[in-house]
């Protein structure tokens, strides 16, 4: 893998300095209300705006992985809440223990918190 790196790199570097023999000329870019750079040459500016989207992306990437990090660290919360409710039900005999976690799932979904004790409740089987 190293080898092959090597030789993309390689070719890069050739296409990249070929293209800034071909255009040394310089060249000044003209924006809104008359502002004008002065002149540089053309790979120059090509370098310039390549550069300028890479550093770009890397603070987009940065914006976007705190914003992931935020969101991991909510669902954290929320899963830990989920457990104590788990195990707060569990301790209250709501949900008996021979059940497979999506049963135990589904059976909290329906009976959980709603019914009196004994009513609606179900033997269920502990699978096999």
């Known amino acids: 893998m190293g080898l092959f790196r090597g030789i993309v790199f390689l070719i890069l570097l ?3 300095i070929g ?5 040394d000329q310089p060249v000044s870019l003209k924006y ?13 500016w090509a370098f ?3 550069l300028l989207g890479l550093i770009l992306s890397a603070v987009w990437a940065f914006i976007s992985r705190i914003g992931l990090h935020s969101r991991i660290r909510l669902h954290r919360r ?4 989920l457990e104590r409710e788990r195990d707060r039900l ?3 005999k709501k949900i008996p223990e021979g059940v497979t976690q999506g049963q135990k799932s589904f059976i909290s979904r329906i009976f959980g918190g709603k019914t009196k004790e004994g009513e609606g409740e179900q033997k269920i089987p502990p699978p096999a």
């Open 19 to 23: 293209f800034a023999i071909q255009n």
């Open 78 to 81: 929320s899963i830990e809440e």
């Open 90 to 92: 569990r301790d209250d």
């Open 48 to 50: 310039l705006f390549v």
């Open 14 to 16: 050739i296409v990249g």
């Open 32 to 44: 809104y209300f008359g502002l004008v750079t002065p002149p540089l040459p053309l790979f120059l």
